[in-house]
């Protein structure tokens, strides 16, 4: 090698090993992809809550993609397939899990779910739970002091009283009170939906509109929505105001879970996410973000929490038989809806 050639090598070497500092620098970040629901991204949930903390920790750009519902994300995922830019779905509940299990598009995680607080015992190696609660009316005490002590006793109210529900085929608390019925009156679920109609005033699209467009304006003194409720308004706006019934019968539950997708080409940073969803940095919003049962309990549990119902019963379908029978008890459901 001729000195020029000795020279020019070394040359190159140094510009190399001074440049390589700052081409990693300019390296584009990882991006880690998850689908949820829209108000968990909106301004006032946990998606920019979690965003700069779980960022900060991994160095990558979280993208929040918000959806209408649970629903809405699995039937989204099941026609992109492979193709999806999704690496995790979070905020599929207990009742879609049988469902979600048979797409083929999920993968299994690295969570120890072993210590986690749940109401049920869960051992699954596909979807991680988040956070949990349970179904019910919100009632307006100011419209309505002596609230239905039971399910059936809001079934049988009469006409007189009303009530905003939600439509089980865009909305998971909608789902969720078809099944809370069929899991109170089996057989006889239909003449009880029968006479329930005559109390619903209307039924919305989704929980949002429910709640906030229509049940917090006054429309009715009743909404379909959960246990936890009243504690934001507790928390938050220091009012006492808006309550949940308690059933006697008990309350249906749902689990909130997240999975990552079979699909993703970042199998590691998913796995990364799904053990952080369940640490205190991310379990210290839920309570007056997602306004839900965390599933690891924070240091600094709103006192609201203690406030709340606790149902008499934990209610609960078998997926299984959810995922074979929903089409068929929706069908009923719109059938009755619609006389």
Not at 253 to 275: G, H, I, M, P, R
Request: with cysteine; proline share 6%; hydrophobic share 40%.
């Amino acid at each position: 090698m001729s000195h020029y050639t000795a020279y020019f090598a070394a040359t190159c070497l140094s510009l190399l090993i001074a440049t390589t500092p700052s081409l990693a620098n300019d390296a584009p970040k990882k991006e880690l992809t998850v689908y949820t629901y829209d108000s968990f991204v909106s301004d006032w949930g946990m998606g920019p809550l979690i965003k700069p903390t779980f960022e900060e920790q991994c160095g990558c750009t979280l993208n929040l993609v918000g959806m209408e519902d649970a629903v809405a994300m699995l039937q989204r995922l099941k026609l992109e397939g492979a193709s999806t830019k999704a690496d995790i779905v979070l905020g599929l509940d207990l009742n879609l899990v049988d469902d979600a299990k048979k797409s083929g598009l999920f993968t299994t995680h690295t969570v120890d779910t072993r210590a986690l607080e749940m109401p049920i015992d869960w051992q699954d190696d596909t979807f991680v739970p988040f956070d949990y609660g349970y179904f019910a009316f919100v009632y307006n005490t100011e419209l309505m002091p002596n609230p239905p002590k039971s399910l059936d006793e809001l079934v049988n109210a009469g006409p007189e009283l009303k009530i905003i529900i939600q439509d089980p085929r865009s909305s998971t608390p909608g789902l969720g009170l078809l099944l809370w019925m069929k899991s109170v009156y089996g057989d006889k679920t239909d003449a009880a939906w029968s006479k329930l109609s005559d109390n619903i005033l209307t039924t919305t699209k989704g929980w949002s509109e429910a709640y906030f467009s229509l049940f917090l304006a006054g429309e009715a003194p009743m909404v379909l929505s959960y246990s936890t409720s009243p504690a934001y308004h507790m928390a938050i706006e220091g009012t006492e105001q808006y309550q949940a019934a308690a059933f006697e019968e008990g309350h249906y539950l749902q689990v909130e879970v997240a999975a990552k997708l079979k699909a993703s080409k970042n199998s590691e940073l998913a796995d990364d996410f799904l053990n952080f969803m369940v640490s205190e940095g991310f379990q210290k919003h839920l309570p007056l973000s997602n306004v839900m049962y965390p599933v690891n309990t924070p240091t600094d549990m709103p006192e609201a929490y203690g406030k709340l119902i606790k149902p008499a019963q934990v209610l609960q379908l078998d997926t299984a038989q959810i995922n074979q029978n929903r089409k068929q008890w929706v069908n009923d459901w719109l059938n009755i809806m619609t006389q």
